[in-house]
């Protein structure tokens, strides 16, 4: 079955303690992004990947980092989290056409709380 | 860069009455718009998609209008059902390519049996 999966689903940590969600995708995609989505806010993009080795700033990219080290696998990395992380974050991939913008396939979703 | 304002924030409507929620984006570059729906504790889906080469496209009860010159894109949904319920997100595609999207703060619609 195509999807985008994400782990944990659910994470309560405290300031300080770094974590990583995992994301992975078995569509071949070579664009993966990651978003955050508070209330009243919308979905805004962290990061995002054109393809393996590449990534580059969403617009909220701080507190965040991004790796790609497999096109399957985009990982999200809060090296100290706050509690102003507290959110529900998604990850997404699509295919590429060359830069044109296509559909974009959501994981589950991870909600995570910093106290 | 690209702003995209939707609304209303919320919509409520009697079951099998139609609803509309209106988007407007900033950026005349923007030439894909898709819409997607969240249902609650769920993730995002797409229900449909226009590019910027069309002014309308419809998928069963599901139609959205694109107006280039105004830069306004809406969803319509008729005959409202109650699985319609949930929260929809309109998203206009970013500046840069790169499959950027930019998306809305989101309308919650409530259709009441």
């Known amino acids: 079955e195509a999807q985008v999966t994400q782990n944990p689903r659910y994470l309560i940590t405290v300031t300080g303690k770094k974590l990583t969600v995992t994301c992975s995708q078995n569509?071949?995609?070579?664009?993966m992004s990651w978003y955050r989505q508070d209330p009243g806010l919308g979905l805004r993009q962290i990061y995002y990947s054109m393809n393996v080795e590449v990534t580059d700033k969403g617009d909220v990219p701080e507190g965040y980092k991004v790796s790609r080290k497999e096109k399957r696998n985009f990982p999200l990395i809060l090296e100290s989290p706050s509690p102003n992380q507290t959110s529900l974050y998604f990850c997404a991939s699509s295919l590429d056409y060359y830069g044109a913008p296509d559909t974009q396939y959501f994981g589950p979703g991870t909600r995570l709380t910093v106290l | 860069g690209e702003n995209v304002e939707q609304h209303p924030s919320t919509l409520s409507v009697q079951e099998g009455d139609s609803a509309v929620i209106k988007c407007t984006y900033s950026?005349?570059?923007?030439?894909?718009f898709p819409w997607y729906k969240q249902e609650l504790g769920k993730r995002p889906q797409l229900i449909i998609d226009i590019r910027s080469n069309v002014g309308e496209k419809k998928d069963q009860r599901i139609a959205v209008t694109l107006n280039k010159t105004a830069k306004h894109f809406s969803l319509h949904i008729t005959e409202t059902q109650p699985e319609d319920s949930a929260v929809y997100f309109c998203a206009a595609s970013g500046t840069g390519g790169y499959n950027k999207l930019i998306f809305g703060a989101g309308t919650r619609l409530a259709v009441h049996p």
């Open positions: 569509m071949n995609h070579e664009y």
């Open positions: 950026d005349s570059a923007s030439n894909y």
